[in-house]
């Protein structure tokens, strides 16, 4: 697995069409057989910033797989518009440093 982070500066009169286009964008994302994962955090310290973080099954089935496939069209064309705003896009491996707890549902 390989995780995607894109880093983006939205001024915030472009945010709601920001939210909704990633809304839009998120059915491509949810058709891939790459895409294991994803998620859109807004910052509470800084509102403009957001960051985009994906799991993918490997960096080919990103770089090869999504982007070549029709999802990637239909996902580029939502957001495109705000490919300006991209302050930082990057691949990251886990390393063993990793935990995450279970919660039951009361």
């Known amino acids: 697995m390989i995780v995607e982070y894109i ?3 939205i ?5 709601t069409e920001f939210e909704e286009a990633y809304a839009n964008a998120s ?3 949810n058709a891939s ?5 994803y998620e859109l955090t807004h910052c509470s310290e800084e509102p403009e ?12 089935g990103h770089m090869n797989g ?7 069209r239909d ?9 300006n705003d991209i302050q930082e896009m990057r691949h990251y491996e886990l390393t063993r440093l990793s935990k ?3 919660f039951s549902v009361a």
Do not use: G, N, T
């Not at 001024?11 to 945010?15: A, K, Y």
């Not at 999504?66 to 990637?72: H, V």
């Open 7 to 9: 880093r983006y500066k």
């Open 11 to 15: 001024p915030r009169e472009r945010q």
């Open 27 to 29: 059915a491509s994302l």
């Open 33 to 37: 057989k790459h895409c294991q994962m």
């Open 49 to 60: 910033l957001y960051i985009l973080r994906i799991e993918w099954d490997s960096l080919d």
């Open 66 to 72: 999504f982007r070549s496939s029709p999802e990637f």
């Open 75 to 83: 996902f580029f064309r939502y957001v495109q518009p705000f490919f």
């Open 100 to 102: 995450r707890k279970e």
